[in-house]
């Protein structure tokens, strides 16, 4: 496993980080959901992401027993919050201090631990002040239960007003959390330079554009059983999007570049987003342990630049880059 900086800050994160949006808690039973955490660890992966809304809360308690007997100081450990995960009350969601401040301390009790390390606005807030939903985060970061603040899915200038809150506040504001594949690329005129500027790392998640990019999903035949697709729980919603015969085909014509570099199509993704000198780590999920095995061998590969040049060459077309993809309520 290979490590990255987060943002201009002093934590280090692997390349490869775990996520379990969908699967923990919802997707796989909690045996095999441990099975995963496990061959992360085994696989030298110490970050670990996971949000309350996941399954309702159900992930973050999966995550917390999985971790149960860890060295907590090797583990790195990030949530999120923005979406109802109680009774739906008034307060029950947002970037509001009362929602913020119940948030983290639930989401402590779940994850089994005293402290989380990236404690981030899973999307903007525009109901609330800014000041206001900062000031929440640097209180947490002064009773030491937050070590450093991110955000998810922010645009360029919604981070910008988020960093200079943070400097004045003084306290780390380092990273942002979104959407990131060969296949979608919304963040690259606007967010990825203002992160630059402002000192910010990007997590990226779906880097395997929710299996599209394993190149499993063929134009003109229903998805495999048991794939993502096919996940009534929620999973197929969010890969719906990507499974059009234009996209699925050129896809399946990144298979000989992937063996050219000696890797599988998943790897191949993966590497990708690491190419990115913005990007920290990349969030992989799983069903099954072997699918974290192999996905991790993407930390470490050096893409050359005739590849990448072939890369864009056969997705071109179908590539989403419109910055006003992100989005948030």
Not at 109 to 131: G, M, N, S, W
Not at 203 to 229: D, E, F, N
Not at 307 to 317: P, R
């Amino acid at each position: 496993m290979e490590f990255r900086r987060l943002g201009r800050s002093g934590l280090s994160v692997s390349e490869i980080s775990y996520g379990n949006w969908i699967t923990h808690g919802s997707q796989v039973e909690e045996d095999q959901a441990h099975a995963c955490i496990h061959a992360a660890l085994d696989a030298g992966i110490t970050t670990f992401d996971t949000a309350d809304v996941y399954a309702n809360t159900a992930a973050e308690s999966v995550l917390g027993r999985g971790l149960a007997g860890q060295r907590r100081e090797s583990l790195e450990i990030f949530t999120k919050v923005f979406w109802p995960t109680g009774p739906g009350g008034p307060n029950d969601r947002g970037l509001g201090r009362k929602h913020i401040m119940e948030s983290a301390h639930a989401s402590l009790k779940r994850l089994q631990t005293d402290y989380i390390d990236l404690y981030q606005a899973h999307r903007f807030d525009r109901t609330v002040p800014l000041e206001e939903t900062m000031l929440a985060f640097a209180d947490l970061v002064r009773q030491g239960k937050v070590l450093y603040v991110g955000v998810s899915e922010w645009t360029a200038e919604q981070i910008t007003r988020g960093a200079a809150l943070a400097r004045e506040l003084r306290i780390p504001f380092v990273s942002n959390q979104p959407q990131y594949s060969m296949l979608w690329r919304v963040i690259e005129s606007q967010v990825i330079p203002a992160c630059e500027r402002e000192g910010l790392s990007q997590i990226v998640w779906s880097p395997i554009a929710q299996g599209v990019l394993t190149g499993k999903y063929k134009p003109g035949q229903p998805p495999p059983a048991g794939s993502r697709a096919t996940d009534e729980k929620g999973g197929a919603t969010f890969v719906k999007g990507f499974l059009r015969d234009e996209v699925l085909e050129r896809v399946q014509r990144l298979e000989p570049l992937a063996k050219e570099a000696g890797l599988t199509q998943a790897q191949l993704a993966v590497a990708w987003v690491l190419q990115n000198p913005n990007v920290a780590s990349a969030i992989i999920g799983a069903t099954r342990p072997e699918q974290v095995r192999e996905n991790v061998k993407a930390a470490g590969v050096t893409l050359d630049a005739d590849l990448l040049a072939k890369i864009d060459e056969v997705l071109e077309d179908v590539v989403e880059r419109d910055p006003r993809r992100t989005v948030s309520p």
